[in-house]
């Protein structure tokens, strides 16, 4: 630990202040806490005391930041004493607001006594290192630690007074500020946070390479300051040079103390808006630009309103990725936060095996100490390997997909191909709006480019594959051109090679085809990274596509082959009569050996194959769309006045839940149900509700999840469960944006705190500037104060 806050000299280095032909061990590097030093958990804390004394002052003021641990949510384990199960009651942190808990040891903690006490006569150092687990006794024993007003407690409550009433420190007294100071000093720092809170929501970049005053570009942090200042004579008069140039308020400790408060505040509304709340996780790892590994945390709840919301906490830099480390990164987030894992609901997570593991997987590991804490894998990913997976099995489809890939890489090897592409396709575009062969209005026609396929990016083959169709005429120009003026011989033959191969009637037809089945499973893709949707609604798609699919094999084939055959006929590519035989590769047999005819090689090989083989594989991958749970689940669903309403399997999906319901919760829950479904099917608002999200809004719009509390709570615990990941791979998109690569150097804390306030903007934006420089100001010692004003928090959106 101290080697963090200080650095070693180089062997050969001057001593400083010290005697000649001394050597001095240390320099003084930093005098702050960092967030790596707040452990949420007080049973797994160090002692105040063995921390470097230069950092206690803002370690101190940090905890008092964040408060007592006290996982309100949190189901305390029973605990035998003297014959009889007591446990700790969550009564007493409203009645005791030094109290922490600490999970991880069962046992009761006070944060006063641990910042300010050496030693607590008031029980020695039960509440500060050893923990207090005998509840039978425990307000007798929280009465005695609080004691008489000259008791070691009292003494550390008073030290914590002190140190919230900063007008009160010495240093204050001695400054003697004027109301003047104070005025100049709130105008400073109310025009810092709202420069960084800009730069914030924006995700742009504070610092900047020269901060000199030379500098024509000091940064963005530095520069919005000085537009302000050019702009508001109020605010020119108390920045820069007309401010003491020790409260300046530009350093960079002074801006990550600003980010780190209003990532904090951010957090306090979705934590708040949480509250007492079941809730699911969302986990996933990616690699930033600096090639570190970030897990990124999103919580998916039912807020008051009944609406569905998945709310991003941050981000935590994972050494290594196994399940048994990811468990731990969890519980220390947790911890962190106030959060239990008593009242996770659900798991979302792709199908990675240290994620989804049997044995040892994260879920597996959760699902140890929480059996409620149902996991579903990602929907959205589990679609995407089904394609992938169809593109393979068949063989002609590869070779298409292969030929895709080869066309994009041609044409898009250069600058000046993609440049000759969009011009030759601007050329055609005009010359089908004069002859009126397309309309145009706002937003048509706009200049488009051939998209890179990617097995890992969702929709993206469905994409290459229409414009491929859209820019025919043009990729097939660029593809001569190239095959006539390549740079080389190897380019133009292999230009000629990727023509030859585009311009038949097996690639049209391959590529006609898995539009249509693309476009089916495309259009779920979309639905299933909406941020609100609901299981019930995603498992009603999935059955929806696989009817499509059936459709399209027993009704398809002739609309599909007319549409190739005038596509061909249009383009001057021979088409081939479906009743000759397949000539070539002596594969192209049936299974006695006679020769196979066109019709058989489209219809049977390709068409027919490719859909069973992609429903065969949604069966394989949508498993759990057979499993108890979700079969239960589809019993809510609204849709065609509760045509799937199953009065038993509800009572056995609230017997899955066996911590939200009791035996006697589960008789009164059987009645509610008889009378929930008369209501419902009789009652006309319900009518026109097919979603189930919809009907938990409703419901709580007219006050119906309090007549029928115990359903409504089914509901909710339905609505948690998640359908896929989008959110979680959201949040990377964002980190692409925030950290860049030149801005590879931001720290894993700053990352996250500037990834909070850039994804939760909704939130950030509606957090009063009081809120947050209130916050900075009891972050750490400051040298001025401002004067306390009335606060206006935001309500949860």
Not at 666 to 695: A, T
């Amino acid at each position: 630990m101290i080697d963090k806050y200080f650095t070693k000299l180089p062997k050969n280095s001057e001593p400083l202040n010290s005697k000649p032909k001394e050597k001095v061990a240390f320099v003084e590097k930093e005098s702050l806490a960092s967030d790596d030093d707040i452990i949420g958990d007080p049973g797994l804390r160090k002692p105040i005391d063995s921390y470097p004394f230069e950092i206690r002052d803002s370690l101190r003021r940090r905890y008092l930041a964040k408060g007592p641990c006290q996982p309100v949510g949190h189901e305390f384990p029973f605990t035998l004493i003297r014959e009889k199960n007591r446990r700790f009651q969550v009564a007493w942190f409203k009645d005791y607001e030094w109290l922490e808990y600490s999970v991880s040891k069962d046992k009761a903690y006070c944060l006063y006594c641990y910042l300010f006490a050496n030693n607590n006569r008031s029980g020695g150092n039960v509440f500060t290192e050893i923990g207090f687990n005998n509840w039978k006794d425990g307000r007798r024993a929280f009465v005695n630690h609080e004691g008489s007003p000259g008791s070691s407690h009292s003494g550390c409550r008073m030290k914590v007074e002190q140190y919230r009433n900063q007008r009160g420190n010495v240093n204050q007294l001695l400054a003697r500020q004027t109301a003047a100071m104070e005025d100049d000093y709130r105008t400073r720092l109310s025009t810092v946070v709202s420069v960084a809170r800009i730069l914030l929501e924006e995700g742009l970049p504070f610092r900047g390479h020269d901060e000199s005053a030379e500098s024509l570009h000091q940064g963005n942090f530095l520069e919005h300051i000085s537009w302000v200042c050019k702009r508001e004579e109020n605010v020119n008069k108390v920045m820069g040079k007309n401010a003491p140039g020790n409260n300046q308020l530009t350093s960079p400790t002074i801006q990550r103390d600003i980010i780190e408060c209003c990532a904090m505040e951010t957090r306090k509304i979705i934590l708040n808006e949480l509250g007492e709340k079941k809730f699911a996780l969302l986990v996933d790892e990616a690699r930033d630009c600096s090639v570190k590994e970030q897990m990124s945390l999103v919580l998916r709840f039912v807020n008051d309103k009944g609406m569905v919301l998945e709310r991003f906490l941050g981000l935590v830099h994972v050494n290594e990725t196994s399940a048994k480390v990811l468990k731990n990164i969890i519980d220390t987030f947790f911890a962190k936060h106030d959060l239990s894992l008593a009242k996770l609901r659900g798991q979302g997570y792709d199908g990675a095996a240290n994620m989804s593991g049997e044995f040892n997987g994260l879920k597996t590991l959760i699902l140890k100490e929480n059996k409620n804490a149902h996991y579903i894998h990602c929907f959205a990913h589990q679609l995407q390997l089904v394609v992938v997976t169809a593109s393979h099995e068949s063989e002609s489809v590869g070779d298409f997909f292969e030929t895709l890939s080869m066309i994009v890489n041609t044409i898009g090897a250069s600058c000046k191909r993609n440049d000759t592409l969009r011009e030759i396709h601007n050329e055609e575009v005009l010359n089908q709006v004069e002859m009126g062969e397309i309309s145009t209005g706002r937003g048509q026609n706009q200049e488009i480019s051939l998209a890179r396929p990617g097995d890992t990016r969702w929709g993206s083959h469905y994409t290459t594959i229409v414009r491929l169709f859209d820019m025919w005429n043009s990729v097939e120009r660029v593809l001569l051109a190239i095959n006539k003026l390549g740079e080389s011989l190897k380019i133009r033959q292999s230009a000629g090679g990727v023509f030859d191969k585009m311009d038949c009637f097996q690639f049209v037809f391959i590529g006609k085809f898995m539009m249509k089945i693309l476009g089916i499973t495309n259009t779920l893709s979309k639905i299933l990274q909406a941020r609100d949707q609901n299981i019930g609604y995603a498992l009603n798609m999935i059955n929806v596509v696989k009817n499509k699919l059936q459709e399209l094999r027993e009704d398809g084939w002739d609309n599909l082959l007319k549409e190739v055959t005038e596509f061909c006929e249009g383009h001057s590519i021979d088409v081939p009569n479906m009743e000759n035989f397949v000539h070539g590769r002596s594969r192209k047999r049936l299974k006695g050996g006679e020769p196979m005819t066109y019709l058989h090689h489209f219809r049977i090989d390709i068409f027919i194959k490719v859909i069973d083989v992609i429903a065969m594989e949604m069966d394989k991958h949508f498993t759990e769309a057979n499993t108890k749970l979700l079969r239960c689940v589809m019993c809510l669903d609204p849709s065609n006045s509760f045509a799937n309403f199953d009065h038993v399997r509800l009572l056995q999906l609230a017997k899955l839940y066996s911590d939200d319901f009791s035996s006697t919760d589960i008789i009164e829950l059987d009645h509610q149900l008889q009378n929930y479904i008369c209501d419902m099917r009789s009652n006309e608002i319900f009518s026109n509700i097919s979603n189930l999200g919809d009907l938990a809004k409703k419901m709580v719009e007219i006050n119906y999840h309090t007549y029928f509390p115990l359903v409504y709570r089914l509901i909710e615990l339905a609505l948690i469960l998640s359908v896929g990941t989008a959110s979680v791979e959201r949040t990377f998109s964002a980190m692409n944006v925030v950290k860049t690569d030149l801005r590879n150097r931001l720290g894993d804390d700053l990352l996250s705190d500037c990834l909070v306030c850039y994804f939760e903007k909704e939130i950030f934006r509606n957090i009063d500037d009081e809120v947050i420089m209130q916050s900075f100001q009891n972050l750490a010692s400051r040298r001025n104060q401002l004067r306390p004003l009335k606060i206006r928090r935001p309500n949860p959106c």
